[in-house]
């Protein structure tokens, strides 16, 4: 039953990251391979401010949020004037740099946390508090279960709320048509830092939610890999609509890994023929169904 609720919660987790991409690629047109990246600065503000700073979970998440928004800034930046390969180059450029900070960003004689090993480098941080809210920790996996399952609803109804306003409709118009969009007055540039800045944002609070849960992090979680996970996650499922294709790509980037988990492979073997499989996945929906298995987007 365990294993069952575990599964649950990373599902609950990869469906708020779907949803947030979702924005990105969807919504605003951007493909971008650095938003894992995004992700990782969740996991790390939270680990750092609870476990070395002694912040309450609220207060940690706050700053999750906030700092993967401000870092959204420099993807903003370049969605201020590019589009298609300039914007992938820069985002990829993007996924490096937060990468290579995180993994260099330490000091074997001093403590993590401190200003010269702030992140412990390839060692990551571990023992991170599970989630504690007006003074009841949510310890038990039931409890966390509850919880994450309510903050991924919530988020849908917030997203669906958002795409089908104004804004959100501003924000299809741009990517149908950017120039048409600035003819009609639309502030085209104001809508894609918005939506980047909230699909980061969200993305940093998921990163929030997976410290708290797993009690352990590394560099890994912030990896040009898991970006193009994420990235095929929400191309499987299909863009542009509010929570069905993160919804099938979340289930098919959880499905995938555990079905190897029971075929008795070793490890190593197991981890690239997950990726192996993504990948044909990947090319076979861009050749086949372009707009996903749930989508209302084609993208190309």
Known sequence: MNYVLHLVILFDIYFIVAMSLNIVVGYCGLLTLSHAAFFGIGTYAYALSVQAWGWDFLSAAALGIGLAALASLILSLAA???RGDF????????QFALFSVINNWHSPREAPGTLANLTNGPYGLEGIPRPSIFGFTFESI?????????????FALLCRKLLASPWGRMLQAMRDDELAARGLGKRVRLAKVQAIAFACAM???AGVLYASYISFIDPATASLTDSLLLLTMII?????NTFRGPLVGAFVLLAIPEALRFADLPDQMAAELRLLIFGILLIGMMHLRPQGLAGNYRLG
């Open 80 to 82: 201020w004037r590019f």
């Open 87 to 94: 914007f992938v180059l820069i985002s990829l450029s993007i």
């Open 203 to 205: 993305a940093g609070f």
């Open 236 to 240: 499987i499922g299909g863009v542009g």
């Open 142 to 154: 039931e409890s966390i279960v509850i919880l994450f399952t309510a903050l991924a609803v919530l």
